[in-house]
């Protein structure tokens, strides 16, 4: 046998490649890019502002209640700050250390899957950690990854309990309630169906225990017990996310109480059907989702080849976990890319086990598309796509982009040597991510860096100067700064009234056309989400925000 192709038994060395490319991952994160405004300022800023009042119960924004997201990520920041003291880099760990554990389960969910192919796990963590979309929000501070760590962990409830363990259920209700102190009630649609489901995928004359050896399947499901067993794990999913939500209720005031029982279930939906984006809106974003994987023409001929050959119930468990969900977001019309994300290990599981009998890794279509990639990056580098300079803070550096190339060739030739598909597709996948980020630095720091903005109001405020924000406030700066108290978030003619009563004030102004700051005297200027944002005094203020937009 070629030593190229020799399979790792056990799977272990995949899972830890899996996680050195997810540390390396989370390494260039911090390094390329700051905390982005709005959603990873905000999230973090609302955990500072629990951190600074001292209220784990409620979390709070600029100052009022703020119920749009439960409690669980602050917590998480909270905890690394109680150890290594307040931060700006605990916040962005604590998702690649979720992905970790996201990996983990991933490997040993296929070990439940397909006992007698132990493999399969680290080929499946491997699979995720290079997928395009996982690897974006496995470094951003956003809500997914962690809700896809409790999906996970409902999925591991439910093979044990489909083995026959009770603490199956127990496991799925603890899933449950931790989902929903994490992103709220969107758990139940990612766990509800593979529980429906069930007679479906649980098929023993179809193929291998669900288990390991030690854990005895049952060839007889009495679906009565296992519905009531459904039901009361939704019920202890309930009262671990009522200990929170009644006293945080009773803490947070009428509106906040209303919120998080009504405004974050009914209000939602019907926000959701509001006919935002089409039924078929995820489809043409799946190859970039899911790259370098969906585009491999090898992945679709063995999974035509196993649909042939018969599904077995591992491979049934990964459909009716991931395609009534893809199939209800894509009914819900309020559509963002991330909202998949927690079906992501599905697609990992379902890769490794149609890879399992796979020794060809032809990667002709990925390695060529990274290498256009590539080319594209070197042609900006060196000026040639005219429109680009008009449009960046700087063109990006050369070298990523000869190194993308150059990444693309090694890993086409690796796979016409016989070197397996899965590690060469995932070392492109992320390799490709990371060199994109190191170009893409220069352009990303003087947009988004926002942390001397945030300087500079603090200094106003500790000089006991009133601060205001002339636009709707996300409360991006309150953590960058330390802010200990929150802006005035004024708009339209109550800041007109405000700024007349203040005359001392300063106030931060979000301007699109830059040429209206020639000759402006601001205390901070900066660039901002394509336009400037400028601290000046209420009279400038005043000025700027009267002046006529061409």
Known sequence: MNPLQTPDISGRGALLLSLLLLAALAVVALLTRPLAP????????????????????????????????????????????????VNDWWPRLVLPLFSAGSMLLTYLLARRLWPERAGLGGQAALVLASMLMWIVFSTTVMFDVLLTFWVLLGMHGVLAAAAGKRRGFVM??????????????????????????????????????????????????????????????????????????????????????????????ADRMVDSFAHQRPVWWYLP?????????????????????????????????????????????????GKQPHYLVPLFPAFALLTARVLAERTSARLGLPALLAALLGGALILAASGQIASLSGQVEQLPPLWPGALLVLLALAVWLAGRRGFPAVPGLAVLGVGML??????????????????????????????????????????????LGRLERPLVALQGAELTRWLAAHPAAYVVVYVKDQQRLEGLKARHLQKYRGGAAVLVDAKTAAALLAAPVN
């Not at 931790?178 to 429906?196: E, H, Q, S, Y």
């Open 38 to 85: 709005i959603d990873e300022t905000r999230y973090v800023s609302a955990a500072w502002e629990m951190w600074l009042r001292g209220d784990f119960l409620v979390p709070f924004k600029n100052g009022e209640p703020y119920s749009h997201k439960p409690p669980f990520m602050f917590w998480m920041f909270h905890a690394g700050w109680a150890v290594f003291g």
């Open 172 to 265: 799925l209700g603890i899933a449950i309630g931790m989902g929903v102190l994490t992103k709220g009630p969107v758990i139940l649609l990612n766990l509800l169906p593979i529980a429906v489901l069930a007679p479906w995928w649980h098929s023993p004359r179809q193929a291998p225990s669900l288990t390991n050896g030690s854990e005895p399947s049952t060839d007889r499901m009495h679906w009565g017990c296992w519905f009531g067993g459904v039901g009361l794990a939704l019920l202890l999913g309930t009262a671990i996310a009522l200990a929170w939500a009644l006293p945080a209720g009773m803490a947070g005031g009428e509106a906040y109480r209303n919120a998080i029982f009504w405004g974050q279930t």
């Open 285 to 333: 974003l799946l190859p970039v989702m899911l790259f370098p994987w969906f585009v491999w023409p090898g992945l679709w001929q063995a999974l035509a080849r196993h649909w042939r050959e018969g599904l077995d119930r591992g491979t049934r468990f990964c459909l009716a976990w991931m395609l009534p969900v893809f199939v209800a977001f894509s009914f819900i019309s």
């Open 434 to 479: 990371v060199l994109l980020q190191f170009a893409a630095m220069r352009s990303i720091e003087p947009l988004y860096n926002i942390k001397p903005m945030a300087l500079a109001i603090r200094q106003l405020q500790e000089a006991g100067v009133p601060v205001a924000n002339a636009a709707k406030y996300h409360a991006q700066y309150q953590f």
